[in-house]
């Protein structure tokens, strides 16, 4: 197993992406920390990950809350005595066109899609650098390559996400760390769920592929590059659309 034995965060984990990555992460070996602001979708990932053979533990977490956030990574390094790999996945949306965006829409977005990137991997950088090892893995979108009508917000926050991945590349690397980035297209998310049949429709024509992506399918590109079969990838950005950005 390709992740066996590593101690991996995944946050936003409780549904989506995250929890397809935490279920893919545990299969692959990795002990998993699966963080989420739900309690009750934290249990149900790691019951998850447990029928399927793996390990896991489950903190109820909000990625805003600096002290919680090293309140969670200080019980880790107590039991674990390390963190191998961080994936930052815990995002929202607050969609609204510029001139009638509120600021409380604004910087929810900024706050959970962005600035949590930034508490998350902060908290988490040092002990990795101590053992000169470690991978950090962030959320980016195709709207944070090339915007996206009514995602004033998002775009931001996703764009922000890559400078983040080129800047602590070249700031890690020399130390052992590797720092990528995935930028999904149109997945089949619960957010999807509330997204007229006419609409999706329209979504699936502007993919190559004519269809939206699974969550699996994001979660596959997370366990190749947190795994060493990717140890030459670092300050990569790479896009999982289907082909639609062409």
Known sequence: MRLQDRIAI???AGQGIGAATALKFAREGAVVAVCDRNPDTVAAVVGACEAAGGKAVGFELDVCDRGAIDGVVGKLLRQFDRIDVLVNNAGITRDARLQKMTLAQFDAVIDVNLRG??????????SMVQRARGVILNASSVVGIYGNYGQTNYAAAKFGVIGFTKTWSRELGP????????????????????VPEEVLHRM?????????????????????LASDEASYINGAVIEASGGMTL
């Open 10 to 12: 995944v946050t936003g």
């Open 117 to 126: 990137v930034f508490h998350m991997s902060q908290a988490v950088v040092d």
């Open 175 to 194: 130390k052992g760390i590797r720092v990528n980035a995935v930028a999904p297209g149109f997945i089949e998310t619960p957010i999807l769920s509330t």
């Open 204 to 224: 699936r024509d502007q993919v190559p592929l004519r269809r939206i992506g699974k969550p699996e399918e994001i979660a596959n590109i997370y366990a190749f």
